[in-house]
């Protein structure tokens, strides 16, 4: 099947800094990519999607000015939490829908990333 | 409003026993669905899936799943368990029709095969 690929796996910051995490669809083109994140003992929560080459599409109640959310090719998106507080602090996983197959195009996840925000 | 249920937080079974993992979806119209596994701080892993056809779909791991419209389910079933099932299992719905409709998951069951 196909491989979506995140770095960092994990990631511990001080808080007040920013984080970036990438995601990399590698053996298919995405032309859509969504972003969730997975609080403990919790389900996935969807944070936004995102199409290559425009603006992502936010849900309601994720402020887009801190998770900063770039798609700007067919295989990397890259979220970009600024000004991380610990409350910022979960798994966030990415997934990939490719170009083939129209509605029907199956959704692909990563391994996710671990951000602790001390 | 559209929206997948997983009515069970733990599912506990005995190795060898059958196993199910229940899910229900509320949607107007036809739906796409997805069971996914998670084992711990990993992404997550597909197991199976119904677009259409025949209601019994078989997927990874010895998996399958029963459509049923009419009780609006999708049950994940396995005949005989095993200690390595034990994990965390997500149910998810997608509702079409529009090309970037994403997967929407229930809450999650956590099943625990005992040996």
């Known amino acids: 099947g196909a491989v979506v690929s995140q770095h960092p796996s994990r990631v511990i910051c001080k808080s007040g800094t920013s984080v970036k995490i990438e995601c990399r669809s590698l053996?298919?083109?995405?032309?859509?990519m969504f972003w969730y994140r997975q609080f403990p003992k919790q389900s996935l929560m969807l944070m936004a999607t995102?199409?290559?080459?425009?603006?992502?599409?936010?849900e309601q109640g994720v402020e887009k000015d801190k998770f900063l959310i770039n798609h700007a090719s067919l295989t990397l998106s890259t979220l970009t939490v600024t000004s991380a507080h610990p409350e910022d602090s979960s798994f966030y996983i990415c997934?990939?829908?490719?170009?083939?197959?129209?509605?029907?195009?199956?959704?692909?996840f990563g391994p996710g990333t671990r951000l602790l925000v001390l | 409003a559209q929206s997948v249920a997983q009515p069970e937080d733990q599912v506990n079974v005995a190795e060898g026993n059958p196993l199910t993992v229940k899910c229900t979806y509320s949607?107007?119209?036809?739906?796409?669905l997805f069971w996914y596994v998670q084992y711990p701080n990993r992404g997550l892993q597909f197991l199976l899936k119904?677009?259409?056809?025949?209601?019994l779909v078989k997927g990874s791991y010895g998996f399958e799943a029963e459509f049923n419209k009419s009780q609006t389910s999708f049950h994940l079933k396995k005949p005989s368990a095993l200690v390595s099932d034990s994990a965390l299992y997500f149910c998810?719905?997608?509702?079409?029709?529009?090309?970037?409709?994403?997967?929407?998951f229930g809450k999650g069951t956590r099943l625990s095969v005992i040996a």
């Open positions: 949607v107007s119209g036809n739906p796409y």
């Open positions: 053996d298919f083109q995405a032309t859509t």
């Open positions: 997934s990939a829908r490719g170009t083939s197959g129209g509605p029907r195009a199956a959704q692909y």
């Open positions: 119904y677009i259409t056809g025949d209601n």
């Open positions: 998810a719905v997608r509702f079409l029709i529009s090309g970037n409709t994403p997967l929407v």
């Open positions: 995102s199409n290559e080459g425009s603006k992502a599409t936010y």
